[in-house]
T-cell receptor, first 115, second 110 residues
Framework: DAGVIQSPRHEVTEMGQEVTLRCKPI?????LFWYRQTMMRGLELLIY????????DSGMPEDRFSAKMPNASFSTLKIQPSEPRDSAVYFC?????????????FGPGTRLTVL | RKEVEQDPGPFNVPEGATVAFNCTYS??????FFWYRQDCRKEPKLLMS???SGNEDGRFTAQLNRASQYISLLIRDSKLSDSATYLC???????????FGPGTRLSVLP
């Protein structure tokens, strides 16, 4: 199994540009999570999906952020327009749904820098 | 108050030392608990789950005290390869809502 795949691994963009981050979860996993990690705020859950349906997006910072999961094997996180304070590492994770002790498997992350 | 709090780091210990990390959580309805490990510039990975009865995996021992809302991780005979950030994680919604602590950084020195 290739694990959770994220692309791009690094993204440098200018303020105001649109940024799209991509994620392919582990095959057979029903839940997908998007996290953001910064030195100041640590690892924060942005949104998660169960069976491709968004369940809780209360962690999404503002309307500039949007996430979609059109099918079981693909999800995107979009920032439009991007701002310097969006600079962070964005992780996607997936897990099997159900049970209290299901492990979340993280992708390698996308390191975003907004100039 | 943050939902999950951890000992501030960094912890610098010599090889072979025993080191303990503490974590407290504020939501008494939390259902399951974990320790994740994160190496520098890498993704978090599960180290071990933490069960009510306590559990051990080789040199690692995890304890849970629900009454005090407290979780601990003990590392015995520490190795250089144990150097990492250790994240305490609390699950509040049947596996769906993981809340990560800020992490405790460990450096094991030769």
């Amino acid at each position: 199994d290739a694990g959770v795949i994220q692309s791009p691994r690094h993204e440098v963009t200018e303020m105001g540009q649109e940024v799209t981050l991509r994620c392919k979860p582990i095959s057979g996993h029903n839940s997908l999570f998007w996290y953001r990690q910064t030195m100041m705020r640590g690892l924060e859950l942005l949104i998660y999906f169960n069976n491709n349906v968004p369940i809780d997006d209360s962690g999404m910072p503002e309307d500039r952020f949007s996430a979609k999961m059109p099918n079981a094997s693909f999800s995107t996180l979009k920032i439009q327009p991007s701002e310097p304070r969006d600079s962070a590492v964005y992780f996607c994770a997936s897990s099997e749904r159900g049970g209290d002790y299901n492990e979340q498997f993280f992708g390698p992350g996308t390191r975003l820098t907004v100039l | 108050r943050k939902e999950v709090e951890q000992d501030p780091g960094p912890f610098n210990v010599p090889e072979g030392a025993t080191v303990a990390f503490n974590c407290t959580y504020s939501n008494s309805a939390s259902q399951s608990f974990f320790w994740y490990r994160q190496d520098c510039r890498k993704e978090p990975k599960l180290l071990m789950s933490v069960y009510s009865s306590g559990n051990e995996d080789g040199r690692f021992t995890a304890q849970l005290n629900r009454a005090s809302q407290y979780i601990s991780l003990l590392i015995r005979d520490s190795k250089l390869s144990d150097s990492a950030t250790y994240l305490c994680v609390v699950n509040n919604n049947y596996g769906q809502n993981f809340v990560f602590g800020p992490g405790t950084r460990l450096s094991v020195l030769p």
